[in-house]
């Protein structure tokens, strides 16, 4: 069985940095589409990063507009590992950060437990 675990979320102040790590089991991180995911109280759900495959190593990288130029998303092929990077966290990223795993981008068939993100003003 596909599992994800998310690890790396805590409590930050605005400007500071996380980095989150997504392992994953079951199932090889360079041939999915890996995403990560937040979702803040009341709020729905909602894209943050993926990376996918391409005829490179690193694989193809996109970035909701919220995020970009802040958060950085890459894999460790040798850990089955994807990393989110976030640096500059304000106070509006506060979420549950999710990982999920899919054939391609917005075919997710697998998703972690979640790691809480807090930042603070």
């Known amino acids: 069985q596909v599992q994800l675990v998310e690890s790396g979320g805590g409590l930050v102040q605005a400007g500071g940095s996380l980095r989150l790590s997504c392992a994953a089991s079951g199932r090889t991180v360079s041939s999915y589409a890996m995403g990560w995911f937040r979702q803040a109280p009341g709020k729905e759900r909602e894209f943050v990063s993926v990376?996918?495959?391409?005829?490179?190593?690193?694989?193809?990288?996109y970035y909701a507009d919220s995020v970009k130029g802040r958060f950085f998303i890459s894999r460790d092929d040798a850990k089955n590992t994807v990393y989110l990077q976030m640096n500059s966290l304000k106070p509006e990223d506060t979420a549950v950060y999710y990982c999920?795993?899919?054939?391609?981008?917005?075919?997710?068939?697998?998703w972690g437990q979640g790691t809480q993100v807090t930042v603070s003003s």
């Open positions: 990376i996918t495959w391409s005829v490179g190593s690193d694989g193809n990288t």
């Open positions: 999920a795993s899919g054939p391609s981008i917005g075919k997710y068939d697998y």
